[in-house]
């Protein structure tokens, strides 16, 4: 029998489901206390061990190393634990590359590039990528996480996005905002004014635009808000409702619930969007009349997905 699946998104491509927290640890300590959480509350949320703003300067190999040893690691249960490595233009990215694919690349989801100043930037990394899987002999291809963070990024974001390999496109606001020398305040760097600001909402904008148009999954940047629950969810929340985002990064275990909260649609959408999808399956699929109103392959599609992102996969 036909997947319903392949009926209604025939010749699209859709985004892969990914957990809907990116969940960033950079010292062995949190790496640690990451996992322990992965473990309790199951797979409901991806780890990125971080090279880039983890390791000490002349620490770098070292610190490769210890993100391949969590990786392979008993407590790694899930194998959704990834790894952020330097930037293009750091002497150390190609070594993190080889140290962390030759150690642990077979339990690898995803491989995270920072500050991509250019599509260029991302296709030599997505090239030095598959040299190194090939070099390990490694099968298939590791998803690449490109972020979204300079202005050269930005303006070259629709060919980012298209680029074969690239699973997920990341806003990097601090550092987008740090590239304006200035220009933009630090207010806009939290909220409300990261959801306000005219040059912040257009690099959101094209991001999530990009990312829908390609397939892939935008991913919206952390918030600065540690400790009030309700923040974060309202933060997280805005991202996914006004923006467009299907997942978002966090730096601390009290966000990891709060955006799972407001990224996970709520039991009466979830069950209106079951029985809507019932109907329109005993009718095949085609237009029908449903609480006195007009749906079809359209309306279909929209709320498959959203029982997709609320857990459900029949």
């Not at 202005?151 to 987008?176: C, T």
């Not at 959101?204 to 940047?221: D, F, L, M, Q």
């Not at 933060?235 to 009290?254: I, K, N, Q, T």
């Not at 990224?263 to 019932?278: H, M, S, V, W």
């Amino acid at each position: 029998m036909t997947n319903p699946r392949d009926i209604l998104f025939a010749g699209e491509k859709i985004p892969p489901s990914l957990p809907v927290v990116d969940h960033y640890a950079g010292s062995e300590k949190l790496m640690q206390k990451a996992l322990t959480l992965q473990r309790e509350m199951g797979a409901v949320f991806d780890i990125t061990l971080d090279c880039e703003d983890g390791a000490r300067v002349g620490n770098e190999a070292e610190h490769a190393k210890m993100c391949a040893e969590f990786i392979l690691s008993g407590d790694n249960r899930f194998n959704r634990v990834g790894v952020r490595i330097h930037d293009i233009s750091h002497p150390h990215w190609r070594a993190d590359l080889e140290i962390v694919l030759r150690l642990a690349g077979k339990r690898l989801p995803f491989l995270t590039l920072p500050k991509a100043r250019s599509a260029q930037d991302a296709r030599r990394f997505l090239r030095a990528l598959r040299e190194q899987e090939s070099a390990h002999g490694l099968t298939g291809n590791i998803p690449a996480h490109v972020l979204i963070e300079t202005h050269g990024a930005l303006r070259e974001v629709w060919q980012i996005a298209s680029l074969a390999g690239v699973e997920s496109l990341d806003f990097g606001l601090m550092d987008f905002v740090s590239a304006h020398g200035g220009a933009i305040p630090a207010a806009a760097m939290q909220s409300p004014g990261q959801f306000t600001h005219p040059l912040i909402v257009r690099a959101k904008c094209e991001i999530a635009a990009a990312a829908h148009a390609s397939g892939i999954i935008p991913a919206h940047n952390v918030c600065t808000e540690l400790a009030d629950a309700a923040c974060i969810e309202n933060d997280a929340r805005r991202a996914c409702r006004e923006f467009g985002y299907l997942r978002m990064w966090s730096v601390h275990p009290a966000q990891i619930a709060p955006i799972i909260a407001a990224f996970t649609p709520d039991a009466a959408e979830a069950d209106a969007a079951r029985e809507l999808l019932a109907a329109a399956r005993q009718a095949h699929w085609g237009p029908i009349r449903h609480a006195g109103k007009l749906h079809d392959r359209a309306s279909y599609r929209y709320y498959w997905r959203l029982l997709e992102r609320a857990g459900f996969r029949d």
